[in-house]
């Protein structure tokens, strides 16, 4: 009778000696995360941008709020300040880009604007014509050349390219028969080959390097020569240079290129969800 009850005694022991290393091995099996309360910095609206720079500061564009820094610790927020020239031109953030120097662009309702880190300001860049009466151009997204040229999309006013040396900036035309219609540039990727795709309300568009146009993309196939002609919404460029499409009402479009060997040959793929 004592063997048992000392059998049991010794059971129950070792039970509870194992607890605190069961509990220890649980937590160590799982990451810890912190989670950030903003509901004092930024309020409930919705976020277009989201962006890290060299310094690891965190740039959140808003729509609405403005423009709010995190450095890991604290908030810091940039607005639209009225008769103020160094705050952002709107609080209205569509967009936000880093160069490769380091730069941050912010694109947003009413046009263009660079961060002065130096003085922790904002300079305005005017892309419009000053002789036309909607000069403001909405700008939609942004992306850098291998030559020193920011492109910039803008909503219904087209492309336009800023060179980063001395900001000059440029119209780009685009090429017939689309020429007519109003363009709703959404998104701008580059491959590997420093060619620009631009994904647009009429299709998929590229940058013609002779003629300067923006143009129509067209992928020769076995027999045919495909487009991308719905209305696009984001891009990415993977790194087969096969490009993903995200469209507004027809799904998921891929163009790459065939597996034929000896033949340049591109197929365009669609997913549909459901």
């Known amino acids: 009778m004592i063997m048992a009850i000392n059998r ?3 059971c129950i022991m070792f039970i509870f000696m194992g607890l605190p290393c069961s509990n220890a091995w649980s937590q160590e099996s799982y ?20 962006l890290q720079d060299d310094y690891g500061f965190i740039w959140i564009g808003t729509n609405g709020s403005g423009l709010y820094r995190y450095d890991g610790m604290e908030y810091k927020s940039y607005k639209h ?39 922790d300001r904002f300079i305005g860049i005017r892309l419009g014509d000053k002789g036309e009466i909607d000069n ?13 040229n920011l492109y910039i999309g803008g909503f219904e006013k087209g492309l336009f390219k800023l060179d980063l040396e001395n900001f000059n900036v440029e119209k ?18 580059m491959d590997s080959y420093g060619k620009i795709y631009v994904g647009t309300s ?43 499409i995200g469209t507004f009402s027809e799904g998921l479009q891929k163009v790459g290129r065939t597996d ?4 340049d040959f591109y197929t365009i793929d669609k997913f549909l969800f459901s």
């Open 8 to 10: 049991i005694f010794y």
């Open 172 to 189: 780009i035309k685009v090429g017939k028969p689309d020429s007519s219609n109003p363009l709703v540039v959404q998104t701008i990727q």
């Open 81 to 119: 300040v009225l008769n103020d020239s160094t705050s952002l031109n709107s609080s209205l953030v569509f967009s936000t880009y880093l160069d490769s120097k380091n730069r941050l662009w912010v694109g947003t309702e009413e046009g263009l604007n660079l961060y002065d880190r130096d003085h």
């Open 202 to 244: 009429l299709g998929l568009f590229d940058l013609d390097e002779r003629s300067g146009f923006l143009t129509r993309s067209y992928f020769r196939g076995e027999n045919t020569m495909d487009a991308v002609y719905a209305s696009i919404k984001s891009l990415l460029i993977d790194e087969g240079d096969n490009i993903w």
């Open 31 to 50: 990451p810890k995360f912190d989670f950030v309360s903003i509901t004092e910095g930024i309020s409930k609206v919705g976020i277009y941008s989201i």
């Open 136 to 148: 403001v151009v909405s700008v939609s997204s942004l992306q850098e050349d291998n030559q020193g």
């Open 260 to 263: 034929m060997e000896g033949a």
